[in-house]
């Protein structure tokens, strides 16, 4: 079972200059979620999609994030425009059906840079 | 609020000596706790969790987790440690609230010597 992937690995752009971050989850999985962390400070929650679903957006920071699930397969984040605070390291992480324990598998993330 | 509290930004042990990463939370309800590790240039792995039962978790790698729910605390443990074992990891709580997205500690980078 292939696991999360992500793409970029790494991203480096201009302060103002947009970026698109791609989160393909493991498949059936209809749980998938974005975090952040920041300047090596805890890993934040962005958002959760239940299928093609925004559950909970209140990771949000503001309204130059734009998260969308096309079809309830792969997700992308887009980031529009990007601002010096943005650089860090964004994770996916996708979980089966249901909001009980199951444990979340993470890709390996995208470090952003903005310069 | 909910939260989680790893008390060490570090934590150094020799080879072979049993190890403690510490891990506290603050939660309403019935806890749902995980332990992560991130290897180098590595993503985040799921090492073991706590839902209900057993208070000892026994997880991957030889690595297991004490629940104390009067001291709400979630340490990991390994009774011998590997250098291999050197890694950041991250203690998390289910938000209980909803959706169940992850609540997590600012993490402690574990530091094995040979």
């Known amino acids: 079972e292939a696991g999360v992937t992500q793409f970029p690995s790494h991203s480096v752009i201009e302060k103002g200059q947009t970026v698109t971050l791609r989160c393909d989850p493991i498949?059936?999985?209809?749980?998938l979620y974005w975090y952040r962390r920041v300047m090596g400070k805890e890993i934040k929650f962005l958002l959760h999609?239940?299928?093609?679903?925004?559950?909970?957006e209140s990771g949000m920071p503001n309204n130059r994030f734009l998260a969308e699930r096309t079809g309830g397969t792969y997700s992308t984040l887009k980031v529009q425009p990007a601002e010096l605070e943005d650089s860090g390291v964004y994770f996916c992480?996708?979980?089966?059906?249901?909001?009980?324990?199951?444990?979340?598998?993470f890709g390996p993330g995208t470090r952003l840079t903005v310069t | 609020a909910q939260s989680v509290a790893q008390p060490e930004d570090q934590v150094n042990v020799a080879e072979g000596n049993p190890l403690t990463v510490k891990c506290t939370y603050s939660?309403?309800?019935?806890?749902?706790l995980f332990w992560y590790v991130q290897y180098p240039n590595r993503g985040l792995q799921f090492l073991l969790k706590?839902?209900?039962?057993?208070?000892l978790v026994k997880g991957s790698y030889g690595f297991e987790a004490e629940f104390n729910k009067s001291q709400t605390s979630f340490h990991l443990k390994k009774p011998s440690a590997l250098v291999s074992d050197s890694a950041l990891y991250f203690c998390?709580?289910?938000?209980?609230?909803?959706?169940?997205?992850?609540?997590f500690g600012q993490g402690t980078e574990l530091s094995v010597k040979p």
């Open positions: 992480a996708s979980s089966r059906k249901g909001q009980g324990g199951y444990e979340q598998y």
């Open positions: 498949s059936g999985h209809d749980n």
């Open positions: 999609f239940v299928k093609e679903s925004k559950q909970d």
């Open positions: 939660v309403s309800g019935n806890p749902y």
């Open positions: 706590y839902i209900t039962g057993d208070n």
């Open positions: 998390a709580v289910r938000d209980s609230n909803q959706g169940g997205k992850l609540i």
